[in-house]
């Protein structure tokens, strides 16, 4: 069984996007869709590609290695190397990249050049195997310095996502990667743990595609207290208890930045290991300004609080090994709406989880003006209240609602189709 901690990265503010993976270029094309780049070539249309990654539970690394990177048409294309409809690029030497250096808007190019115009379906990123004696894939836990082997599928990661781009046109999609729900442990203190007695850990990655538009900034900004900066702080932009984003702020200077939000209002979500959870209303994310949530003269901070844990096993009827199981704890901070506080995956062995919560009672406050400080007032009756869900693809999802104001609390179920 473990205990999530989210996880804190050493990044600088810069624009919320990294490594721009851009066909043709970077090493040159191979294997199917020569025809396509050559035609590209006369067209001048492109396509980058960037990849970003929002704070990871209990590791201080998560490292893949990218050796290529693939589109085709058709969603429904197979990995197949004399398929002529795929158009690729070989990242030489393959990148080892460590995901969670790329948060809080960390930029790194692997290249870029052109593609042929049209409508396509699915991306792929092709990665180097683990092999005896070099781990091209791993992870690190968090205060350890040990890399551990991450197993990852031999056919890549597959991305189905519909991008169109014209002649002379350039199109950009961002890859949001998320560490926390897609790297999960197997067997932890139950017979599965490799020799280190650190478990087998898996990559199911859960990636969200959404366009990079380069022109538009729509950040949300601040600066944490310095006397929070060791409790794991996550600052997210929510609606409804669903993420848009999520970032850790600098472990140094407490800066933290959400970039490339849709416009619009957000629910700005501050969470650090025993403080009281945070929740600002009515956050606008507008290319025209950017929203400060705290300065170094005036950082945002919250007050202590007592955590407890809820712990238990969630199993799926029929049996689907290999198959994810998602645990949230949601807080109705706002009534009729819901504030997303921690979320992680079950041990894909034994089905276990844990998540240690803030016990005390939630702040809540408005935007407004966006003057400093942001008043916060305690809002009593939802302290310790927290909407557990338990989901899994192909599952219907069950919620239930616990107390954890006083004390640990045990909560199993089971998911059925």
């Known amino acids: 069984m473990r205990v999530p901690r989210i996880h804190q990265a050493f990044v600088t503010c810069l624009v919320a996007l990294v490594c721009a993976f851009v066909l043709a270029a970077c090493g040159g094309g191979s294997g199917g869709g020569n025809g396509g780049q050559a035609n590209a070539l006369k067209t001048g249309a492109t396509l980058g590609v960037m990849l970003t990654d929002a704070p990871a539970c209990g590791f201080d690394a998560v490292y893949v290695t990218v050796r290529q990177v693939r589109v085709h048409r058709s969603a429904d294309a197979e990995e197949d190397e004399d398929d002529d409809g795929w158009t690729n690029v070989n990242i030489d030497p393959p990148r080892k990249i460590n995901l969670l250096d790329l948060n809080n808007g960390v930029a790194a190019s692997l290249g870029e050049g052109p593609i042929g115009p049209g409508t396509y379906e699915q991306f792929r990123l092709v990665l180097v195997h683990n092999d005896e004696g070099a781990l091209a894939n791993s992870v690190v836990l968090s205060g350890t310095s040990t890399e551990l082997p991450l197993e990852t599928k031999k056919s890549g990661i597959k991305l189905v996502h519909e991008f169109t781009v014209g002649i002379n046109e350039r199109a950009d999609v961002l890859l949001d990667f998320d560490a926390c729900k897609s790297v999960v442990r197997r067997g932890h203190g139950h017979g599965h743990d490799n020799e280190d007695g650190k478990g087998t850990y898996f990559l199911k990655p859960v990636i969200k595609i959404t366009p990079f538009l380069v ?93 407890h844990t809820i712990s238990g096993t969630i199993t799926l009827n029929p049996v689907s090994a290999g198959t994810v199981i998602l645990v949230t704890a949601k807080q109705a901070i706002v009534s009729g709406s819901y504030a997303l506080v921690k979320s992680d995956s079950a041990d894909l062995a034994d089905a276990n989880y844990a998540l240690t919560l803030p016990a005390g009672a939630p702040l809540v406050g408005n935007y407004g003006s966006g003057s400093l400080p942001i008043a916060l007032e305690p809002v009593p009756a939802a302290a310790g209240l927290y909407l557990i869900e338990g989901s899994a693809p192909g599952y219907t999802a069950q919620s239930v609602t616990k107390n954890l104001s006083s004390a640990d609390v045990t909560q199993n179920a089971t998911l059925v189709p």
């Open 215 to 307: 022109n538009v900034n729509n950040t949300i900004q601040g600066v944490i207290a310095p006397t929070l900066l060791g409790s794991h702080v996550v600052i997210s932009a929510q609606r409804n208890g669903v993420i848009a984003q999520s970032t850790a702020p600098n472990q140094y200077t407490g800066e933290f930045t959400l970039a490339q939000l849709d416009s619009g209002e957000y629910d700005l979500v501050v969470t650090a290991d025993d403080h009281a959870t945070a929740l600002i209303r009515g956050v606008p994310a507008a290319s025209s300004s950017t929203a400060m949530i705290g300065t170094s003269a005036q950082p945002f901070t919250l007050p202590h609080s007592a955590s």
